[in-house]
């Protein structure tokens, strides 16, 4: 037999009264509530739901306009029914008029005080770092049995994509890498004119933009550019599969998204950042060989010769040793987020953006390490 729904009132102190509903209040039992909820004249106070059972979005709507109509409070619902009236009365009612319980983990910390929100937070930060410690040694684990398939597999690697990769991220990266780095040597030649020149000291200008190039800003400022340029290009391209379920149809053919995405990539980044770097630091000498000729009257070519003696040899394997590891830390903190895509397009861009930051800064960290380990081995 059909239980219908029902109500009770009763009469408040002030005159209103309070409305009690009972029984299942979905599409199937409402059943003529809704009119005898309507002839009721007098002042409602309260909507009670503590009795009420089955709760769907017809029943929602039902008790949001009562509420809405007679500014009344909804009171001892489910958490279920609450939910779904929070969602109906975003069109149909004011949120003045309804007391629900919190919707948010937000909220919910709220109540319990600040020291409680502070600790939920921080336990939550907790556990998403440890997380995401265990998917890096993850990541970390799989790309080294990929790299291990293919020293026992040769025949397996993709040559067309590695080559690709070094297209796309070393020889399309020239232009701009060289802009850069020759402005850079510009700027780095005047200022350093500028200050030398209270001390008489203008001709080791070309000491300093000799050694700052192949020792520091022109490796670190291309590595900068590459992690803007093709680290973040590695987390949306890799991100854009992960999205459109490209890298599961590819395990599902067994073939190995670690083996044709990630290797590529990250061989490519070691292979062209020594060069990237050598050319960027010739780039900003010669940049600031030319600024020269304009502001210390030093021949173009006398500028180049006295790089030659003024810089040592440990300058540039300094620059040398850095870089492939700088293309190391790039390449695997892109094609790392890109792999842990999931959910939606705006994840894409979210992942993207923490790529670039957490290269940049590793990039930092590594390089100021360099300049004391180097300087402490007797190349400084």
């Known amino acids: ?59 929602a709507w039902l008790v949001t306009r009562m509420a809405e109509e007679r500014g009344a409070k909804i009171t001892g619902g489910s958490e279920e029914a609450m939910r779904l009236i929070a969602a109906v009365r975003g069109e149909h009612i004011d949120e003045d008029l309804l007391e629900t319980v919190p919707t948010s983990a937000d909220e919910a910390a709220g109540e319990l005080g600040a020291l409680a929100n502070i600790a939920q937070r921080f336990g939550a930060f907790v556990i998403a770092y440890a997380d995401g410690v265990i998917r890096l040694i993850a990541f970390l684990g799989s790309l080294l049995i990929a790299f291990g398939a293919l020293i026992r597999h040769p025949s397996r690697f993709r040559r067309n994509a590695l080559v690709r990769q070094i297209e796309l991220s070393g020889v399309n990266a020239l232009p701009i890498v060289g802009l850069m780095s020759f402005l850079i040597g510009i700027v780095i030649a005047q200022q350093g004119a500028v200050q030398l020149r209270q001390f008489g000291a203008e001709i080791y200008t070309v000491n300093l933009t000799g050694r700052l190039s192949m020792r520091e800003l022109g490796i670190l400022m291309t590595a900068i550019m590459f992690a803007g340029r093709s680290g973040s ?69 006398s500028f180049l010769n006295r790089i030659q003696e003024v810089v040592p040899m440990h300058d540039i394997w300094v620059g040398l040793i850095k870089a492939p590891l700088f293309g190391l830390i790039v390449a695997l903190a892109g094609c790392y987020q890109g792999m842990q895509v999931e959910g939606n397009s705006e994840e894409v861009g979210l992942r993207t953006t923490v790529a670039v930051v957490q290269a940049i800064f590793a990039v930092i960290v590594l390089d100021a390490f360099f300049a004391v380990f180097f300087t402490e081995v007797g190349w400084g």
């Open 233 to 301: 290009s590695f987390a949306a391209q890799i991100g854009t599969m992960k999205l459109t379920e490209e890298i599961d149809a590819m395990r599902t053919i067994g073939v190995s998204p670690m083996e044709a995405l990630v290797v590529p990539r990250v061989l490519a980044a070691l292979l062209i950042m020594p060069l990237l770097g050598f050319y960027a630091a010739v780039l900003s000498i010669i940049g600031g060989a030319f600024v020269s000729m304009f502001s210390l009257d030093i021949p173009f070519f």
């Open 1 to 59: 037999m059909r239980e219908w729904a029902d109500f009770t009132t009763e009469t408040g102190t002030d005159g209103g009264i309070s409305i009690a509903l009972s029984g299942p209040l979905c599409v199937s039992s409402v059943g003529r509530i809704d009119e005898r909820l309507r002839a009721i004249e007098e002042q409602v106070e309260a909507i009670d739901l503590a009795q009420v059972g089955a709760f769907d979005t017809v029943g």
